[in-house]
């Protein structure tokens, strides 16, 4: 649900904050949480089964609509388990991309229109295989099938697509939290705010190094921010360190689920980007909406940056970041959670 304009605009604060329009759409939200809780009751009690892969399958997901920060969080992971010996693959839905009949299964530099920018930008920066499609079971079977080597399964986003059986959950949220606590379309959640209850770990996305909050459940808790690392130009591969951006005159555009988080990122590291172009969540890029900056250099972010080769725009530079956690010890945990499950039969 991605509405426009001034409609947009007062969803978004009323998704947060309350109002009249969120309550008018509460009978709307209440189907919603009925349709879910009906959802999850069919399988727990065996009348829709799960698949469950040969292998563990970490999910990591949301359940506040839109962009989190997920991405960074399963590049995280896939190169914190091959780094602690496993041979991990990634699955997702492949969103933006057409996707009809067999998986498509890819590794390295992959096309985003045939895979979606998300995989395409986690498959080029961590090399891991990658397999998309909308079920996600299929996207898991096709997966291992064309590299039988891996041993475990890392899920972008499907937290809600419970047709795939999970060994350990993880929700990414950021400082919006679970906003006015309502189910689409009253709120901005996917599903009850009860649900944080029931999964292994949860995470939040800030723009700076802050303690986890308290744990208010069983779930484990890290806050994560994003570290820039350097800025690579599109044009011909030239690397140079962020701080070598600061007080110069630039611009910024960021095509991703909340453009300010890419913004508040550059202030932090002493660039104020001007001006800021924010793009609807995985714009396509068919024409550059670029043209008209006059900046002599434009800073976007890495997921951008895989659909902007194509326009040819030497002002192009694109953000390479690396998610950090507080405390330390996020991947530890999840090593030692997968070491703990009983073994497949």
């Known amino acids: ?14 998704w947060q904050h309350g109002g009249w329009l969120s309550t008018l759409l509460r009978p709307l939200g ?16 065996g ?14 997901g949301n359940i506040y609509v839109g962009g ?62 990658v397999a998309v499609h909308p079920r996600r079971a299929d996207a898991a079977r096709a997966l291992l099938a064309a590299h039988p080597d891996v041993d475990v399964i ?15 959950e993880i929700v990414v949220q950021d400082e919006r939290g679970v906003g006015n606590g309502r189910l689409l379309p009253a709120g901005p959640l996917r599903e009850p705010a009860s649900r944080l209850r ?44 962020l701080a070598g951006f600061a007080g110069r005159p630039v611009a910024a ?9 890419f913004f508040r990122t550059l202030e932090a590291a002493g660039i104020h980007p001007e001006p800021r172009l924010a793009l609807p969540d995985h714009y396509d890029y068919a024409r550059s ?3 008209g900056i006059p900046a002599g250099t434009i800073l976007i972010t890495a997921k951008d940056a895989i659909k902007c080769a194509a326009l040819q725009d030497p002002r192009l530079w694109s953000v390479q970041v690396r998610a950090r956690f507080e405390p330390d010890g996020f991947l530890d945990w999840l090593h030692a959670r997968l070491c703990a499950l009983p073994p497949r039969g």
Not at 30 to 45: D, E, G, M, P, T
Not at 100 to 118: C, I, M, S, Y
């Open 1 to 14: 649900m991605k509405p426009d304009g001034f409609l947009a605009r007062t969803l978004q604060h009323q």
């Open 30 to 45: 209440a189907l919603a949480a009925r349709f879910v809780r009906r959802k999850r009751q069919a399988y727990r009690s």
């Open 47 to 60: 009348a829709r089964s799960a698949w469950q892969a040969p292998v563990p399958v970490i999910v990591v």
């Open 68 to 129: 989190t920060g997920k991405t960074p969080v399963v590049i995280a992971i896939l190169e914190g388990l091959r780094a602690r010996g496993y041979t991990p693959g990634m699955i997702s839905r492949g969103y933006g991309a057409k996707i009809e009949g067999r998986p498509r299964v890819g590794q390295g530099r992959l096309a985003a229109r045939e895979f979606g920018d998300e995989p395409a930008l986690i498959a080029a920066v961590t090399g891991s295989p």
């Open 154 to 168: 890392v899920a972008d986003d499907g937290l809600q697509h419970l047709a795939l059986a999970r060994d350990i």
């Open 198 to 241: 029931d999964v292994d770990a949860i995470i939040t996305n800030s723009n700076t190094p802050a303690a986890a909050p308290a744990p208010d459940g069983p779930a484990a808790r890290w806050t994560m921010w994003l570290e820039p690392q350097a800025a690579r130009r599109l044009s011909d591969g030239a690397e140079q360190s």
């Open 253 to 261: 555009a960021a095509g991703i689920g909340n453009p300010e988080r």
């Open 289 to 291: 909406p670029f043209t």
